[in-house]
């Protein structure tokens, strides 16, 4: 096999930006499996050029002119950025490969842009891509492993690729680890939970946590595992046995049944200073919150008193809700989460639009057999940006109105994160939105599936967004089939697609709970 210079591009966010924001956090948002790649292919003996994208890099300049093959790791997000790229090297004489996210829950779509789409990946599949390197046209390959991997590159083999990422974040520098993959909870809405829980090799993580120790002063850790400390002694133990107690700072998304006093207690003597559990709804997923049955007010008093508890030995707190789930109907969902941040408020309430992301869960089919899934351009599917599902209890007006009402009330809870991106800014979109639900008659058409064209409104974002890669995007990028998952489904499926995909998978403690599930 000749030796191929190879570019890896882990994109982080959706186009060009100078938001400080993006300055100081988007580094810190890295993903490990585009970093895994990197390892994969020099480990055959070929050249690698790695680039995490946070906004502000030239991407054409970064990588080198006469690349041979290029890796691209993309949340759906950032899938437009991603067809534009594959798009430009293409022209270059480059064969293109999707990982990731969006290469998972959107395999039919991804194949018409380029030359490999990857779900379940392991080092065989790579092995494969590396081998064959052949333009597939007009249609892709999709190329998935049987099984997640037993085994991944910990930090020491990746920190040729985290190192000078971590020097592009100016403040704090968060590496990214795994202690686990899947997920042994079953949230029909999740990514992951169709994934077997599998937790990888502690003697790996250990000699991570000693490797970090002797690079940074004082390390950050972010960890990625879908739901963290699911085996918490033998995680906890390890952790001990390879850093002095609060010699680095660890952040973690982890479920509330996990979480009793003495667990936060141990959590908090060895350096975690930030916890990430998911409430999700105020009437379903009791076994995760620990509430079983209870529902309503008495779920939230519950929930207060835990994560309360939590407050008194964690600094940082952040509660993950899901808006808009068919369990929820009029103003009391939204006033149970105004009433749970006035009784807990030192938790900063994290809320995604819930989003059917193609095939990422069992749910969405349920979704478009009942044409409820709306074709929203990638772009916007982040989670908050655009509801791809039309809610079942509200209409699309009465909808936002309870979304601005509860987002304006609990952002104030929280002054840092009010005056960001994720506060004023959320509030300032969902409000102009709501006015064109009212005034716009492309919107509202579009909303209420009266048209598959897309308004103005949107494309005008995607051009803005994407500044000079616009160009790029192919002909036909911002429609795909919202329907296409059903339609496999019923005729021939695709290879399994679950699991560590492409070169990327889901941020955990990094961003918000399962970006490509709720």
């Known amino acids: 096999m000749r030796k191929l210079r190879i570019g890896i591009v882990d994109l982080v966010t959706k186009g060009p930006t100078r938001a400080l924001y993006a300055r100081v956090m988007h580094a810190n948002l890295a993903s490990i499996m585009p970093q895994v790649v990197g390892v994969w292919c020099e480990a055959e003996g070929h050249q690698v050029t790695f680039v995490c994208y946070t906004g502000f890099e030239n991407l054409v300049a970064e990588l080198p002119a006469d690349v041979d093959l290029v890796f ?31 290469a998972r829950c959107y395999p039919e779509d991804a194949r018409r842009y380029f030359d490999y789409v990857l779900g379940f990946t392991d080092r065989a599949v790579i092995r ?39 020097r592009k974040a100016p403040f704090f520098k968060i590496v990214p680890m795994l202690g686990s993959l899947g997920c042994p909870y079953t949230c029909s809405f999740c990514i992951d939970s169709v994934v077997p829980y599998q937790p990888l090799d502690m003697q790996v993580l250990q000699d991570d946590l000693r490797f970090l120790r002797q690079q940074l002063r004082r390390p950050r850790v972010g960890w990625h595992d879908p739901n ?148 929203f351009p990638f772009h916007f599917l982040d989670n908050n940006h655009a509801m791809n599902v039309k809610p079942k209890h509200y209409a699309w007006p009465d909808f936002y109105d309870h979304v601005i009402s509860h987002t304006r009330y609990t952002r104030w809870m929280n002054v840092v994160r009010a005056v960001s991106s994720e506060g004023f800014g959320r509030i300032r979109y969902h409000t102009e939105l709501r006015r064109r639900l009212d005034v716009d008659p492309q919107i509202r058409g579009y909303f209420d599936q009266e048209t598959t064209q897309i308004p103005q409104f949107y494309v005008e974002q995607v051009r803005r967004d994407l500044g000079p890669l616009w160009q790029w995007l192919p002909e036909g990028a911002l429609y795909h089939d919202h329907h296409a998952y059903l339609k496999s489904e019923e005729a021939q499926p695709l290879e399994p697609v679950s699991g560590v995909s492409g070169a990327h998978r889901d941020h955990g403690a990094a961003r918000n709970h399962s970006s490509q599930a709720t």
Request: proline share 8%; net charge neutral; with cysteine.
């Open 128 to 166: 494969d891509v590396l081998q064959d390197c052949a333009r597939h046209r007009p249609l892709g390959l999709h190329r998935a492993a049987p099984r997640q991997p037993a085994t991944l590159p910990g930090v020491r083999e990746r920190w040729k690729f985290i190192e000078p990422t971590l």
């Open 72 to 102: 691209i790791g993309a949340f759906t997000e950032a899938a437009l950025l991603a067809y534009a790229l594959s798009n430009l090297f293409r022209s270059r004489g480059a064969v293109t490969v999707l990982g990731g996210p969006h």
């Open 228 to 375: 963290f400390g699911v085996r918490f002694d033998e995680v906890l133990d390890a952790i001990e046995a390879a850093a002095p107690p609060d010699s680095i700072d660890f952040i973690a998304e982890s479920s509330l049944s996990l979480l009793s006093e003495p667990h936060v207690k141990r959590l908090r003597r060895n350096g975690f200073k930030a916890l990430l559990p998911g409430i999700e709804s105020w009437y379903e997923l009791g076994n995760k919150s620990k509430t079983r049955t209870v529902e309503g007010l008495a779920k939230v008093e519950q929930v207060s008193e835990h994560v309360n508890m939590i407050l008194r030995h964690i600094p940082y707190v952040q509660t993950n809700f899901v808006l808009g789930l068919d369990s929820d109907r009029g103003p009391e969902p939204f006033e149970l989460t105004k009433r749970f941040v006035d009784v807990t408020p030192g938790a900063f309430p994290g809320y995604s639009l819930l989003s059917a992301f193609g095939r990422a869960a069992p749910l969405n089919l349920e979704y478009q057999r009942a044409d409820r899934v709306l074709p």
